[in-house]
């Protein structure tokens, strides 16, 4: 009984503090109910600040996405940046088009002015890498964005950048969390009603000027392409860039077309899960039999970091087939090479190990692989191009340290234009590349759960029973991640190296196991390299690889209880 009353004196005190009508009234719904078993859901503790910033579902008490959290988030960064030196320093700070958004970039614009920091707000709803962009090119002390990405509805987050463009890392983030617990009331915050700066749309024509830079002077422009914003912020952006750059304007997927933080056509708002692409499958369909087939199909997801690709497909029921993270990563480094791009090219740990044998069949072009995000890319030292297998490009580092889903959409339909030119496709590039280096089959064992115990049990159980075989094949080297190395950081993984099989049909194989940073997800990252002699051996080869990966995959499955 002690227990429920106190837990009703948090409720009724975190209460008296909000400051949004609409979570007062859901928080005080509960109270006046009782109904502890949500209020204990709500008050079990805190959304934890990290390197991802904060992300949860929307609703009230400190369990969930609201504005008090919002406000004592921007109370502990701007203190933060205060004990930096950053004192009357500009903090920018973006947003989507999500429910709350809009508020909870005012709500941190009138913290940071309250802390006697310079706040400049951007005009509207836009991606994320316009707010990347714009923290260098103001001269920014640091940036928010608040957005959550391609999570479902429900949610928001706000992510947190410093000055030089590049989402924090540790320790920053430990410091900001520190800050964040000081605060013991909101009536300790002081937020103005006014004093902060609304952007004009400079910055974003500035974005916009800057996007040019990623393409070749006189290269190939025709190209046909339909396009998503997957109801999020991209559009007016992506297609200003593409006119920019002489493109045909893209056939805009209507349904999805204009932000709606619902995104009532799709279950999750990315590219990557199922049915998400169906409507750009449907689009392109009904522009074929109208005798206007596209090359290719464009996505982005709601906050337009992240490009998905894909190319026609007569084999598949769609007509159509999505190209996995990891194949549109080494066309965009192909390109790049052949552009004599200079400088270090990069990838997480779990993306395909194929943009290392680019590299190294380049002329001086350095390799580096980092932990998993751009928080950790961003950081490569002389970084020319980046890109992670969850959908990320950074394909312009001087302009967005961050991946940026629109010029990736430019680099990418320049690419199929060139080939276009030529008679040819990104798939017959792909054909090429996996001659030239070996087929780099790649797949995902991924696994959503509501019981986070689940996913430390399995990570329990491949630690203290580690695989020796998966597939048949030989475990090599098992890495516990969580030890760190000399060059990468601690983190929560698995990576095993598997051997090839003795008759030579693979050469190597790789998987690593880990938590999902942002969803309730354990994630398993496969790959399995198949030499190939010719490109007549192709299918061959593809439908070896498939079966291999199908058999690791269940292997991994039974090794982890999942």
């Not at 369990?63 to 004192?87: C, D, E, F, P, S």
């Not at 791009?341 to 350095?366: D, E, K, Q």
């Not at 030529?422 to 996996?434: F, I, N, P, V, W």
Request: proline letters at 6%; one cysteine or more; a negative charge.
């Amino acid at each position: 009984m002690e227990q429920e009353r106190d837990l009703l004196a948090r409720a009724r005190t975190w209460l008296a503090e909000d400051p949004d009508p609409e979570t007062r009234a859901e928080l005080a719904a509960l109270i006046d109910a009782e109904n502890l078993p949500e209020l204990k859901a709500r008050f079990a503790g805190t959304l934890q600040f990290g390197t991802a910033g904060l992300r949860g579902e929307i609703g009230a008490g400190p369990m969930r996405m609201n504005r008090t959290v919002v406000i004592r988030a921007a109370a502990g960064l701007a203190a933060y940046l205060n004990k930096q030196g950053h004192a009357g320093g500009t903090v920018v700070i973006g947003y989507d088009a999500r429910h709350k958004s809009a508020d909870f970039a005012r709500d941190t614009a009138a913290v940071m002015v309250g802390a006697g920091l310079k706040a400049a707000l951007l005009p509207r709803p836009l991606p994320t890498p316009v707010l990347a962009f714009a923290i260098r090119h103001l001269g920014a002390v640091a940036g928010v964005e608040v957005t959550a990405s391609h999570n479902p509805p429900r949610d928001n987050g706000y992510k947190v950048y410093l000055g030089d463009g590049s989402q924090i890392v540790p320790p920053a983030d430990a410091g900001i969390a520190a800050e964040i617990a000081a605060i013991e009331s909101l009536n300790d915050v002081p937020r103005p009603n006014a004093g902060w700066e609304t952007l004009r749309d400079g910055v974003l024509d500035a974005y916009l000027e800057r996007t040019d830079a990623v393409l070749t002077g006189g290269s190939a422009r025709d190209i046909g392409v339909v396009y998503t914003p997957m109801h999020g912020v991209g559009r007016t952006v992506l297609t200003a860039a593409f006119e920019r750059a002489g493109f045909p304007a893209p056939l805009v997927v209507a349904e999805q077309a204009d932000p709606d933080p619902d995104f009532p056509t799709v279950a999750f708002p990315n590219p990557e899960e199922p049915g998400a692409m169906d409507l750009s499958f449907a689009t392109a369909r009904d522009a074929a039999a109208r005798g206007e087939a596209p090359d290719i199909i464009i996505a982005n997801d709601p906050d337009a970091d992240r490009c998905a690709v894909a190319v026609p497909d007569p084999d598949s029921v769609e007509g159509w087939r999505m190209l996995r993270g990891d194949e549109v990563g080494a066309l965009l480094a192909e390109h790049l090479v052949h552009k004599n791009a200079a400088g270090t090219f990069a990838t997480t740990i779990v993306s395909s190990s194929l943009l290392s044998r680019i590299a190294a069949a380049s002329t001086g072009t350095p390799y580096e692989e980092t932990l998993t995000g751009f928080k950790w890319l961003a950081r490569v030292g002389g970084l020319r191009y980046a890109y992670e297998e969850a959908l990320g490009y950074c394909v312009d580092p001087e302009g967005v340290r961050d991946k940026d889903g629109i010029t990736a959409a430019l680099l990418i339909a320049e690419l199929a234009a060139e080939l276009k030119e030529k008679g040819r496709t990104l798939t017959d590039l792909l054909d090429d590349l996996a001659v030239e280096h070996g087929l780099h089959a790649t797949d995902q064992l991924s696994v959503r759960v509501e019981d986070l115990s689940l996913i430390a049990a399995a990570m329990r159980r491949l630690r203290e029973q580690p695989p020796t075989t998966l597939a048949g094949l030989q475990v090599t080297t098992a890495d516990d991640l969580s030890k760190g190395s000399e060059s990468l950081p601690p983190t929560d993984g698995l990576r095993y190296h598997l051997s090839g099989d003795e008759a030579g049909t693979v050469s190597a194989a790789r998987v690593i196991v880990r938590p999902s940073g942002t969803e309730p997800k354990l994630k398993c990252y496969l790959e399995v390299v198949v030499p190939v002699a010719s490109a007549a051996a192709l299918t061959d080869a593809r439908a070896h690889a498939a079966e291999v990966l199908a058999s690791v995959k269940t292997d991994l499955a039974r090794a982890a209880g999942i």
